[in-house]
């Protein structure tokens, strides 16, 4: 029994040795709401998610964030405070007021820059337009001009 469970503990040391660090993550849930006025959150190169409320005063700040996703329903207040990120950002929701969203070099072991250093547009998300389409009479009509055009320039060939 003693060996076996020697065993256990070389394998549950050497998984834990070989998963790295522990991650966590900040997640603002949809309906809470997380103010942090002129306060200084540091993350530690974990992710930021907002499905809820994330407001900042001026002067506050989150920083050495890895990836951010501004979810449909979130909203970012920014009131003149900032956020620092090293990986991607994602917004879905809102994210409004002045204040900055910077990519920087994050000095976190193992948090590798994502991008373009410097800082990154944080209006509102692209809107998806979509692609115009022809109508079954307008489309006919086209087929016609341009087969029509096509039977007009071949007849110009064959007479040279």
Aim: proline fraction near 5%.
């Amino acid at each position: 029994m003693t060996h076996v469970s020697g065993v256990r503990a070389a394998l549950t040391l050497a998984l834990a040795l070989c998963s790295g660090m522990a991650l966590a993550q900040v997640q603002v849930p949809a309906g809470a709401n997380l103010d942090l006025a002129q306060g200084r959150m540091t993350l530690g190169c974990t992710d930021l998610q907002v499905a809820g409320r994330l407001a900042l005063g001026a002067g506050g700040t989150s920083t050495e964030i890895r990836d951010v996703l501004i979810e449909s329903a979130g909203v970012t207040q920014l009131n003149g405070g900032s956020l620092e990120l090293a990986g991607q950002w994602s917004n879905q929701g809102q994210v409004a007021g002045p204040g900055s969203v910077r990519r920087v070099a994050v000095d976190v072991p193992g948090c590798a820059v994502t991008g373009a250093l410097g800082p990154i547009a944080y209006g509102p998300p692209l809107a998806v337009m979509p692609v115009p389409s022809l109508g079954t009479a307008a489309l006919a009509l086209l087929a016609l001009v341009l087969g029509g055009l096509g039977m007009r320039a071949r007849r110009r060939d064959d007479v040279r």
